[in-house]
């Protein structure tokens, strides 16, 4: 099928929906936990985009609104809600096994996304794609969680290969159904033909891989931190 560009991202995010709401049907003892997580993150998702990204894609959307120098997009509300409570459902679940999985402290959470965004900037600044530069993020919060908690590097192997594959399910799924999805690629990803950085996998971005995997083993060092 073909779908229209301003409905691509929107296309995308559906698959994150879905895999939410197995989880949430499929996990009530965590329905609490994920949809926390979930709402929290939500508002990261305009935030990053207009800080990040330019230099990475510009997605089409169905409803946009401009708030200044802002772009807003519904479909990184919901990327960030749906892509954050699945990917700590992820972690929760390649995890060391805790009886009791409770969000006591959200600002740990919050605090933890201003740190990565803290970590990115500066990054971005000496010239680094910036869909790198939050990678380099990630991992570099991973691994300082490791230094405090050696074990925990287990967590985010598992959690970071969880992520990947989930991606790339999604992503190959989302390829195949959508049969102008070349067209899409060319118009809102800046790195389509680029000879290094513009690399696929079975036609996925490499830097999705990437990108998927450095926040999954943030993702899972931090569950193991807080819960482990």
Not at 59 to 88: K, V
Not at 113 to 120: D, E, K, N
Not at 150 to 163: F, I, L, N, V
């Amino acid at each position: 099928m073909e779908i229209p560009n301003n409905f691509a991202y929107m296309f995308l995010n559906i698959g994150f929906g879905i895999l939410w709401v197995v989880f949430f049907i499929a996990y009530p003892q965590t329905r609490k936990f994920q949809f926390m997580v979930s709402i929290l993150a939500a508002p990261l998702g305009p935030v990053i985009e207009c800080l990040y990204f330019r230099d990475y894609w510009y997605p089409m959307s169905l409803w946009e609104m401009h708030w200044g120098f802002l772009r807003i997009l519904p479909e990184d509300l919901f990327f960030a809600f749906f892509f954050t409570g699945t990917t700590s459902m992820l972690a929760h679940m390649t995890g060391k096994k805790v009886g009791v999985l409770q969000l006591k402290s959200p600002v740990n959470l919050i605090g933890i996304g201003l740190a990565s965004i803290l970590v990115a900037i500066p990054i971005i600044m000496m010239g680094v794609n910036s869909i790198f530069a939050t990678s380099i993020s990630f991992l570099f919060i991973a691994g300082l969680i490791i230094l405090i908690k050696r074990e925990s590097w287990k967590y985010a192997m598992y959690s970071g290969m969880a992520t990947t594959l989930m991606l790339f399910l999604i992503y190959i799924v989302s390829y195949y159904l959508v049969a102008n999805i070349e067209e899409i690629l060319k118009s809102t990803w800046f790195l389509y033909g680029h000879p290094m950085l513009g690399k696929r996998i079975t036609n996925i971005p490499i830097t999705e891989i990437v990108w998927g995997f450095s926040w999954g083993a943030m993702t899972g060092a931090v569950r193991n931190y807080l819960f482990g």
